[in-house]
């Protein structure tokens, strides 16, 4: 009964290839998030999608691409990755209607080599 | 763009101690929330304050939301050993606002 899961949890891959991460959330949230936490443990927001819609696009490199097929899920595709991409990605869920805080998924640790 | 100062960023105490750690910003706020993360996990959320002098508990927690807007603290009184984490502070400007993370206070516990 896991809120906000996100797979795969490890991935490990070379530069320039293409990969995703998959999310879903089944709180019934209408918003959904991707944020990146550095090495320093650093969280920053990448995206925001609100019903399907992006909201929220930081300056993130376009080879970063959100897809919502419907609001319970939101995936993030990452084309040529580079050794700066290395992180851990976590996926977030919020009810903006009522303000809710944002809760998280556990994480995808991605090492780019 | 918005920044979120926290301090400190790591804390070493003994079992028992209470722990003080605090978030000032530039901006107004008009939500404060104070989440911990455990090692291979997401943050989770401990207090969310919504209103500008707000204090609320949470067990041995306690956090309060500053009244110019600026700022916030979490107190954690009689730590213990599963208090260790990552504490991380954030704000956010309103409904559907992106949320802005300080930087962490990482704290260690020893039995």
């Known amino acids: 009964d896991t809120a906000v899961s996100q797979t795969p949890k490890y991935l490990v891959t070379q530069m320039g290839n293409d990969k995703s991460i998959k999310c879903e959330q089944n709180l019934g949230h209408d918003t959904m998030y991707w944020y990146k936490q550095d090495s320093k443990k650093f969280l920053k927001i990448m995206f925001s999608?609100?019903?399907?819609?992006?909201?929220i696009n930081e300056t993130v490199p376009n080879r970063f691409s959100p897809k919502s097929p419907d609001k319970a899920h939101l995936n993030l595709h990452i084309n040529s990755l580079e050794l700066g991409d290395s992180a851990v990605y976590f996926c977030?869920?919020?009810?903006?209607?009522?303000?809710?805080?944002?809760?998280f998924g556990n994480g995808t640790r991605l090492t780019v080599t | 763009g918005q920044q979120l100062n926290q301090s400190p960023q790591s804390m070493f105490i003994q079992e028992g101690e209470d722990v003080s750690m605090n978030c000032t910003s530039s901006s107004i706020f008009n939500t404060w929330l104070w989440y911990k993360q455990d090692p291979g996990e997401g943050p989770v959320l401990l207090i969310a304050l919504y209103k500008a002098g707000e204090l609320t508990s949470n067990g041995r927690l306690t956090a309060q939301f500053g009244i110019t807007r600026k700022d916030s603290f979490l107190n954690i009184s009689a730590s213990i050993p599963s208090d260790v984490g990552i504490y991380f502070c954030?704000?956010?400007?309103?409904?559907?606002?992106?949320?802005?993370f300080g930087q962490g206070t990482e704290l260690s516990v020893k039995p």
């Open positions: 977030a869920s919020s009810q903006v209607a009522y303000n809710s805080p944002l809760h």
């Open positions: 954030a704000g956010q400007l309103g409904q559907g606002g992106k949320l802005i």
């Open positions: 999608y609100n019903n399907k819609e992006l909201i």
